[in-house]
C-alpha cells in the first residue's frame, strides 16, 4: 500500500498516489541492534504480530566519532530558482553499520522564518509515500499555505529521503515500460494472466535491482530517520521539530524511537502502526478504502448525476454496481482519449477510484469521471485520476514515487505474500473487507515476493520512552491509514497524545477543521499538546 498525505480540499487529487506499504529497517546487523525484546506490555486496541514484541531501542546519546564529520559539515545555501526557497545538499553515510563505504548525497530546502516573533527553529515536513518528495511538498504547499504565524516563527526545512525524488533516486523501468505496468490486470482469472501478473513484478523488481543495487540496501526508514538527525544538527538545531503525514509519520515515529531525548514537537498526521506486518496492514487498508466507497456511495447517490444509483441505492447495491462496471473493463478497456494510446481497463480504472477516496472533495470529480466512463464510454476522468496517483506527467513521463515506494517498503518488512499460492489462499479475507476492492488489493501485495533485496526490518513497538509529547492524529473514516493504527501509536509512545478527527479523507491537519488546525497550531506554537481525548470535526 501507498501512503501519502491527500491533496488540498482545493486542488485536483495531483497527490493521491498508488498504494502501498511502509515500515522499518536498517542493515541487517543494524536492524538486529536496534530492535530488543519487550517486557509484557498491556493490552492494545488489536493484536499485533508476535514479531511485533520487539520495541525500537533508542541509539545512544553520543555520536560515534566515525559519525562526526556528518554531523559537523556546514551547508553551503542556494537559489533554488523558486522564489523564497534556498537549496543545498547533504551528506550521509551509506551503511550507518560502515560509514567509510562510501556516501549517499541528499538533496536539503528551507524557506526562512518571515517574522515577526522569536524565531522557534527549523519545522521539517514529510507528506508521505514513502517516496513523496518532501522538497516539492514544502515548495507547492506547506512553504507556503502553512498558517501564517507557523510559518513566521519557523525555518521550513524539507529533505528528500535516500532515494527519492532529488536525493539519488531509485529508477526501476522507463516510462513505456511504467505505462505497460501500471495497466496490468491485478485480477487475474487463470494460468496464463497470474504467470502474467508475476512476470511483470519480477520485471519490476529486475529493472530497480540492476540500478544501484547497493544503494537499494540502504534506504530503510531507519536509515532515513538517522539521515534526519544529521540534518537536525547541520540545521543547528537542538532538538527536531516535525509535522509528517501518512507514512511521513512512521518515518517520524522512528525518530522519536531513535532519538527520544531529541525529539521537539513531533506531528504524527494519519498516523501508521508500527507492530503490524506486510500483510495484515495490507488487509486493514483494504477495509479502509471499503468504508471510504461507502461513504462516498451514500453521498454519490443522492445526486443526479450519480451512475452508481439513485436514492434508496444502498451502498451494498452501488458497490456491486462499480465491481460490475470493473468486470466490464477487465474485457472491454473504453477510449481514454490518450496520446499514447492508452485505454481505461480495470487496472487504471480502479486505481483512478481508490485515488479520489483520499479526499472528499475530490468525490465530485469521481463521481463525473465515473459517470463518462460508465454511460458514455469515455475514459479520460478515470485515467487522470488515475495519473495523478502514479505521478505521471501529460508527456508521460513518470517520478519516481513508486520506485522508491517498492525499494522502501520491500526492505522494511518481509513480504506481504511469496507466491500466487499464498495469495489465493487470502482471497477470501480480503474479498470479505472489501468486496469492490479486495480482491485487487491482495493480488497487488504480491510484489515485494519477487524482491531482488533481503528484507532488513519487521514489525516492533515504538515506545520513544523520555521524549517530550508527540501528537498523534487520526481521522476516523481515513482509507489509507485507519483511525484504529493512530489509536495504536498512541498508545504505543510513551508520550504520545492522540487527536482525533471525525471525518472522510487522509490525514487531517489544513482539511477544514478550525478544531484540528488550532489545536495542532497551538502544540507547534507553544508545545502545549490538546486534553486528552480530545475530538474534533
Known sequence: MYFRRAPRPDSPPSSSRRLRTARRGGSLLAAAALLVS???SGSTQHRATPAAEAVLAALPRSTPAALMPYYDQKPAWRDCGVPGFQCATMKAP???????????RLAVARKKAT?????????????????????????QYAGLAYPAEIRARYDMVAMDPRGVARSEPVECLDDKAMDAYTQTDVTPDDRKETDALVGAYQKFAEGCGAHEPRLLRHVSTVEAARDMDILRAVLGDRRLNYVGASYGTFLGATYAGLYPDRVGRLVLDGAMDPT?????????????????????????VGHSDCPLGGKGTTPQQAGERLAAFFHKLDAHPVPAGDASGRRLGEALGTTGVIAAMYDRSAWPRLRTALSAAMDKNAGAGLLALSDSYYEREPDGRYSNLMYANAAVNCLDLPAAFSSPAEVKKALPAFRKASPVFGEGLAWAALNCGYWPVRPTGEPHRIEAKGAAPILVVGTTRDPATPYRWAQALAHQLSSGRLLTYNGDGHTAYGRGSRCIDSAIDAYLLHGTPPATGKRCS
Do not use: H, M, W
Open 38 to 40: 519487550a517486557c509484557s
Open 94 to 104: 551509506l551503511d550507518y553499520a560502515e560509514p567509510s563505504a562510501g556516501d549517499v
Open 115 to 139: 517574522g515577526p516573533g522569536k524565531r522557534l527553529g527549523s519545522l521539517l515536513v514529510n507528506p508521505g509515500g514513502p517516496g513523496g518528495s518532501a522538497i516539492g511538498y514544502l515548495q
Open 276 to 300: 503490524l506486518s506486510a500483510r495484515r496492514t495490507n488487509l486493514d487498508q483494504t477495509a479502509g478504502f471499503e468504508a471510504a466507497f461507502q461513504s462516498f456511495a451514500k453521498d454519490c
